[in-house]
């Protein structure tokens, strides 16, 4: 069983940085996944992390903008969100894949955190 919480979402100008964090209670070795969804809008993968950090993956939409990172000691994985864009508004989940991979399946998903950008 692995449960996630993400958190850290909020209302924020454009241009300006936000960082969500993702908190297992499992110590299971998994990769970890942010996806984001806009209502009316398809779900989007936005970044992913292998269980040892060393491998990181992005969205074409943030790459360059957003970066992922985890804190093994606190069972968390950090989405560190810059300039900030209108089109970034969106509900924000991060979800467990237990092969370790970051590319899916995405096995097991927490509750959205929403992220909303003004112009």
């Known amino acids: 069983q692995v449960h996630l919480v993400a958190s850290g979402g909020g209302y924020v100008q454009s241009g300006s940085s936000l960082t969500l964090s993702c908190t297992s209670d499992?110590?299971?070795?998994?990769?970890t996944g942010w996806f984001r969804q806009a209502p009316g809008k398809d779900r989007e993968f936005v970044a992913a992390?292998?269980?040892?950090?060393?491998?990181?993956y992005y969205g074409r939409s943030v790459k360059g903008r957003f970066t992922i990172s985890k804190d093994h000691a606190r069972n968390t994985v950090f989405l560190k969100m810059n300039d900030l864009k209108p089109e970034d508004t969106a509900v924000y989940s991060c979800?467990?894949?237990?092969?370790?991979?970051?590319?899916?399946?995405?096995?097991?998903w927490g509750q959205g955190t929403q992220v909303t950008v003004s112009s």
């Open positions: 992390i292998r269980w040892s950090g060393a491998n990181k």
């Open positions: 499992s110590s299971a070795n998994f990769a």
């Open positions: 979800a467990a894949d237990e092969s370790g991979r970051g590319s899916g399946p995405w096995n097991h």
